[in-house]
């Protein structure tokens, strides 16, 4: 006997999403389990906008976007429990869940994982130093400026020039916290044009080809010390740090328990239709990998939700028979799918996402048992994703094992 | 301050100020426990390995070894009416080389002379067979069964409600900075104010010598910082290993240790570094990046695991390996120095063998004939933790599953947090995977107030 049809945890863009796909799929019990006072997810305290073109044609904040997507789920009939931490995910969809009266089980027939992802924090960094206060990631300064409307540092430097740290600036004018840098230890900025302008237009000094080599502060930080391409050490006086981008899964409920994990992705390991090593299991959103928009999350979620309601009507093939994809080259971080089912049916994932650690200029190649299969030419930079069919590999791969990598130009 | 005449001033509540109090107030003594910290278990006692030692390896014959047995002792007798809990993991002093190979015989008679008879040897294919995730190039073993596992935060800050809830005093935020002695009485000043006492124990760990010399006039020992670092893998690591691994010593260090905690990680460390400062407990990378390397050596799947944080702690060592524990019966004044490596399986030992030598001073009272007994805080993965119980209500970190009520208790209680790290050490809030990034701010917002310097100002224009 189960409680609830599906139960999805986490109540993000990606959670919310699926579970409104699933009610409209005509799905009766639908449930989303959301460890936060307020559904919403990460959006919930991204203070600027843009957020919500994709999914209701206008420019939100994203406090606004977060809101409504959790009136469209609930006018869609989903039932949002809030303060109801998920503890354990145990085979066959049984869920161990803390509420605010108590521990509780929920049995669902499936589950979809949606729980988003999450920063780097300074230890797995193992930044040098003593630790101090005042060393914080983007998500948790955005949570104390624009939730609990507090500021933990006047006049910090930021780590990273992904998109987030952008963010972080935005997040740091709108508290009256001025950033007196931005560190970045590639040559170039990551977040691509116009990005690489904003620091400059802020008044934050740009440190790039410049690595964060130690904090430095008795009980608070009081600096950091960089080092140039060249080994030149320099020292920036600040009063906070702010840890940005180096995403990393949040998928603590996979590793933890039964579920089967890419430790490229960080991630559990999915099919094409998002399942996990437990077929009672699904993900989506940026639990995924590392790291997509939220209007990317959003439309994932919905197609998860579809998915999974074809698989309680018995319509999704086994999983199996599958073949393994994975990346083979220190220049390509992870794919997504980690297997792909081999079957008539070509619905799931239209394609295996990949992502780039470094520039690249060369050409993308699949190969099964050493043989190259397929090949494109490809030329990206860091953090860029990169989307190869599914159909492609899995009809040139004749039921073996996908290996992906990089082959230099030949020209 | 209080300006009654108290029986024992102790300076310091590390794990042995904080033992040594419990036991004077047992013993019906009228005490008094001077922190300099806004926070108790702030110094050398704040980062170790956690494991309560047989005293297998100790020195033969020393008084650490006697309080090591003895406080191991007096832990399994207290141990559950405190709610204290003991992980009896049990330690594999692995040998990794034909020589370390060589030396296992030795250990395993030393620890029999020590008292310690359970200890025996292992062949590879049985330690293989016990800890599969061993690397294969473990060539033997001596299997010590009752090394265990403990809480180390939450069993000295009990002992010190136990004295509190007998009637022992605590002052935080309370440097004693000098003191004077007119053959009867103590005058002890602190930044606080001064105090009268007949007896002072210096129970200062890192300060030891300073505190000798400030109140003193000497000392008989010089304190020489000794720091370890460690790195503590993702939860899902800690199933990899069920027993401690040790290495087999060598002259000057303990080595490096692949242990689990009873929060429910897998640790690696600690190294032992020698500095001057008695302060500074910086991690740096490229010793982090060895520790992780090692512990990959001695378990190849921890090579997947992700780093969940990182620490180190600073031993208070002396010139010597021995505890410098010394009474100086002429200025009623006992030094408990030099507790190097082992003071958190030692402390309860200590404590009795201290309570000693002021007996020997010529003091005594009645004991308590029906003291009251505190409950530890429940920190332990395996245990009853309060997000198990009904009624918990909101869990604010979710890593570690603190709930809000813990963490008012913690800021409310006996012993009031007064910093993030002492209301870490209370609850766990922020020291797991995410390391603050999804509770930081509510945190911020519920110790608002409580701290002596707040985790982040109100916006200005809100
Ligand atoms: C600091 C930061 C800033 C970002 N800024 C932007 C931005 O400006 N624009 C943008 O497009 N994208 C941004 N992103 C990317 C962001 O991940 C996506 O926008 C989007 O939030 C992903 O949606 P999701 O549903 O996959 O995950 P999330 O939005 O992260 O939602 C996951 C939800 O799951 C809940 N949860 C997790 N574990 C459990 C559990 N065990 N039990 C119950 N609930 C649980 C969480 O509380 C959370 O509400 C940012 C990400 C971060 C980390
Ligand atoms: C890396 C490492 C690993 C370890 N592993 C283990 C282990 O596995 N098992 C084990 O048993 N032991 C272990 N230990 C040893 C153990 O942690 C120490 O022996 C113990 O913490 C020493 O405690 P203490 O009370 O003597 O010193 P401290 O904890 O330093 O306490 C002294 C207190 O006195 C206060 N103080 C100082 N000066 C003054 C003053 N003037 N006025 C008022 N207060 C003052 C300080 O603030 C401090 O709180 C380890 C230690 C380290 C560093």
């Known amino acids: 006997m189960s409680d609830v049809d599906v ?6 863009p990606a959670g919310l999403a699926a579970a409104s796909a699933l009610k409209s799929a005509g799905v009766e019990r639908v449930v989303v389990l959301e460890r936060e006072a307020e559904a919403g997810g990460i959006p919930r305290h991204c203070g600027h906008p843009p957020f919500g073109l994709r999914e209701f044609n206008r420019l939100l904040t994203g406090p606004s976007y977060a809101a409504r997507l959790v009136s469209s789920a609930q006018t869609a009939g989903v039932d949002i429990r809030t303060l109801t931490t998920v503890v354990e995910a145990r085979a066959g969809g049984n869920l161990l869940l803390v509420t605010p009266t108590g521990v509780t089980e929920l049995k669902a027939k499936r589950v979809i994982l949606a729980t988003g992802v999450r920063e780097t924090p300074r230890s797995a960094r193992l930044v040098s130093g003593p630790r101090v206060a005042g060393v914080v990631n983007t998500g948790a300064l955005q949570s104390m400026v624009y939730l609990t409307k507090r500021r933990p540092f006047q006049r910090p430097v930021i780590v990273g020039s992904e998109l987030v740290a952008f963010s972080a600036i935005l997040t740091c004018r709108h508290a009256g916290i001025r950033p007196v840098a931005m560190i970045e230890g590639n040559e170039r900025v990551t977040a691509r044009w116009p990005c690489a302008l904003f620091p400059r237009l802020a008044g934050v000094a740009l440190h790039t080809g410049s690595r964060l080599v130690e904090i430095l502060g008795d009980t608070k930080v009081e600096g950091v010390v960089l080092e140039d391409a060249k080994g030149q050490i320099s020292r920036i006086e600040c009063d906070g740090v702010i840890l940005s981008g180096q995403f990393t899964p949040e998928a603590a409920l996979a590793r933890s328990g039964h579920l089967l994990v890419d430790p490229a992705t960080g991630g559990p390991q999915v099919d094409q239709w998002g399942r996990m090593s437990d077929p009672t299991y699904f993900a989506t959103g940026n639990v995924l990998r590392p790291v997509e928009t ?39 971080r992870y ?15 239209r394609d295996i996402q990949l992502r780039v650690a470094q520039h690249v200029d060369g050409e993308l190649i699949a190969e099964c048992d050493g043989e190259q299969i397929w090949g494109r030419k490809l030329r990206a930079g860091p953090e860029q994703r990169v989307l190869v069919q599914t159909h492609e590999i899995a009809s040139a791969c004749a039921g073996r094992d996908v290996a992906l990598r990089i082959s230099e130009p030949t020209d | 301050m209080d300006q009654s005449l108290f029986d024992v001033v102790v300076v310091g509540a590390g794990v042995v100020g904080c033992a040594v109090a419990r036991r004077f107030t047992l013993e019906g003594a009228r005490i008094a426990v001077l922190e300099k910290s806004t926070d108790i278990l702030d110094g050398a006692s704040k980062a170790n390995s956690a494991i309560l030692h047989t005293g297998f390896d100790a020195p033969e014959g020393s008084l650490e070894l006697a309080c090591i047995r003895d406080g191991y002792a007096e ?10 809990v003991q ?18 015989e030795s250990i395993k008679a030393k620890a029999h002379l020590n008292g310690v008879t359970d200890v025996e040897l292992v062949d590879a294919e049985t330690l293989r067979a ?17 090394e265990s596992l403990i809480d180390p935060w939450s069993a000295p800050h009990v002992y010190l409600r136990q004295a509190m809830e007998n009637g022992a005093k605590v002052f935080t935020s309370c440097e004693v900075t000098d003191g004077g002695f007119d053959g009867a009485e103590w005058r002890v000043v602190t930044t606080n104010g001064t105090l009268r006492t007949r007896h002072v124990i210096n129970c200062a ?19 020489k910082p000794r720091k370890g670092q460690f790195v503590v893998f993702d939860k899902a690591a800690s199933g990899l290993v069920s027993a401690i691994i040790l290495p087999v010593p060598s002259e000057t260090t303990k080595g490096i240790v692949v242990f689990r905690t009873v929060f429910g990680n897998l640790a690696v460390g600690p190294t032992a570094e020698e500095q001057d400062s008695r302060t500074d407990a910086s991690t740096d990378e490229e010793t982090l990046k060895a520790l992780i390397a090692d512990g990959i050596n001695k378990v190849p799947a921890l090579k997947d695991m992700p780093v969940t944080a990182t620490y180190a702690g600073l031993r208070p060592a002396s010139e010597q390996k021995e505890y410098r524990i010394s009474a100086t019966s002429e200025q009623n004044w006992i030094t408990v120095g030099g507790i190097r490596s082992t003071g958190l399986s030692g402390a309860l030992g200590i404590a009795r063998h201290v309570y000693g030598l002021y007996e020997n001073m010529g003091a005594s009272h009645d004991k308590l004939p029906d003291p009251v007994i505190p409950k530890a805080n429940m920190l332990s993965e395996a245990g009853l933790r309060d997000w198990k119980q009904d009624g918990a209500g909101e869990v604010v970190c979710h890593c570690e599953l603190v709930t809000r009520r813990e963490i008012e208790a913690a800021l409310h209680g006996p012993l009031p947090a007064r910093s993030l790290a002492g209301l870490k050490r209370q609850t766990r809030a922020t020291m797991g995977r995410c390391q603050g990034f999804y509770c930081s701010a509510r945190l911020a917002e519920l110790t608002d107030g409580c701290f002596v310097s707040a985790m982040a100002e109100k916006l200005p224009h809100e």
């Open chain 1, 294 to 332: 939220a209007g990317w999350s959003w439309s994932e979620g919905g197609r998860t939700g579809q998915w999974v309601a074809r698989d309680l009507a018995g319509l999704l093939p086994e999983s199996e028979p599958s073949v393994r994809v994975s990346v083979n080259d220190h220049r390509l």
């Open chain 1, 7 to 12: 139960a999805i945890i986490g109540g993000g």
């Open chain 2, 130 to 146: 016990r800890e599969p995730n061993l690397s294969r190039n473990a060539l033997g073993a001596v299997h010590v069964p009752g």
């Open chain 2, 205 to 223: 760990g890192l300060y030891g010598d300073t505190v000798n010399r400030a109140l003193l006039g000497e000392t008989h020992f010089e304190v």
């Open chain 2, 87 to 104: 992980d009896n993991a049990g330690a594999y002093v692995v040998a990794w080389t034909q020589d370390e190979l060589r030396n296992l």
């Open chain 1, 335 to 349: 794919a997504v799918p980690q297997n792909i089912v081999l079957s008539q049916d070509v619905g799931g994932m």
């Open chain 2, 75 to 84: 832990y399994q007798t207290i141990r559950d009416s405190l709610g204290l």
